[in-house]
């Protein structure tokens, strides 16, 4: 057992290492300038490993974000109220100022915000993140139509806060300019969330 911890963690230690790699060079020349090759070559490895670990070219820069797909699942199945449990999700994170919420003014944050945002190939590839998001917060939530057309509220909900909150911080606005009304928007969507997804849900009112 002990050697296959070992390894995965070096496997985990090689993902890392070659996604942080590739999105300093993206920084730096942008995208499209920097070939998968010479990702490769920064980091130390051959193409076809890197392939092995990012069949494309977008999943070096996605990779960052992965470990979020199924948090929003996750949340949820704590739970018998997972549009609460999400919200006081949320709420936490704007307290904490986790990049997922947008109301990060770190600047790596912001560089990487502002990488993943303006490619039109990055952006494609997220939305693939985020149907894998729905639909795992979707089986979270018990299948079906009700709960897929929930899901998908809740996604966007999610996004469209988060995207605000970045754009007023990339925009020039300080954190705690923004954190308030941060703040008051999420509780006023996820308050609509909690009253209008109930019956998709099937719970009693």
Do not use: C
């Not at 797909?69 to 739970?79: D, H, Q």
């Not at 909690?194 to 009112?205: I, M, Y």
């Amino acid at each position: 057992m002990g050697e296959i911890g070992l390894r995965e963690r070096k496997k985990l230690r090689t993902y890392r290492t070659v996604s942080d790699t590739a999105i300093r060079l993206f920084l730096e020349r942008g995208f499209d300038a920097v070939s998968v090759a010479e990702v490769a070559a920064a980091a130390e490895i051959s193409k076809p490993t890197l392939f092995r670990y990012f069949p494309a070219k977008e999943d070096l820069v996605l990779y960052r974000i992965a470990d979020h797909e199924g948090e929003a699942a996750r949340v949820a199945a704590e739970g018998p109220a997972p549009v609460e449990a999400l919200r006081r999700h949320f709420l936490d994170g704007l307290r904490r100022g986790d990049p997922v919420t947008g109301l990060s003014d770190d600047p790596d944050v912001l560089a990487f915000h502002a990488l993943l945002y303006g490619t039109p190939a990055l952006v494609a590839r997220l939305h693939g993140h985020l149907e894998r998001s729905e639909e795992a917060l979707a089986e979270a939530l018990g299948g079906g139509l009700g709960a897929r057309l929930a899901a998908g509220q809740i996604t966007a909900v999610r996004r469209i806060l988060a995207q605000e909150n970045w754009r007023r911080i990339a925009a020039g606005e300080r954190v705690g300019e923004v954190r308030g009304d941060a703040v008051a928007a999420a509780e006023r969507a996820f308050g609509v969330l909690a009253r209008a997804l109930p019956p998709l849900l099937g719970e009693a009112q």
